[in-house]
């Protein structure tokens, strides 16, 4: 049983950066592909951004492509999603979550996680 907990979201203007973490427990990390989504109000929960155990492979949203960066440091069970560039579209609560799965098309997909962690609010401004 994997436990998460996410961190780091807030109120910020449009233009500025945030770094989102996400401590894991529980569970042996380290084994462990990492994801990112998102839900805003009235939407469906929305894929951001994956990363691969290990580390060798991350994956992304069109609409964050080139501003978020999804990384991990194994060693302190935390995942991290770094957001530059933010734009007020990009307001939500952003969720971690876990799968032992490692396939590309299956780690877009919400329902290959078995772990989630409870949200923390992201806001930008215009």
């Known amino acids: 049983q994997v436990q998460l907990l996410e961190s780091g979201g807030g109120l910020v203007q449009a233009g500025g950066s945030l770094r989102l973490s996400c401590a894991a427990s529980?569970?042996?990390?380290?084994?462990?592909?990492m994801g990112w989504f998102r839900q805003a109000p009235g939407k469906e929960r929305e894929f951001v951004a994956a990363i691969t155990w290990g580390g060798g492979s991350t994956y992304y949203a069109d609409s964050v492509k080139g501003r978020f960066t999804i990384s991990r440091e194994d060693d302190k069970n935390t995942l991290y999603l770094q957001m530059n560039s933010l734009k007020p579209e990009d307001t939500a609560v952003y969720y971690c979550?876990?799968?032992?799965?490692?396939?590309?098309?299956?780690?877009?997909?919400?329902?290959?996680?078995?772990?989630w962690g409870q949200g923390t609010q992201v806001t930008v401004s215009p």
């Open positions: 529980g569970g042996t990390f380290s084994s462990y592909s």
């Open positions: 979550a876990a799968t032992l799965l490692v396939v590309y098309r299956a780690l877009l997909r919400a329902n290959s996680y078995n772990y």
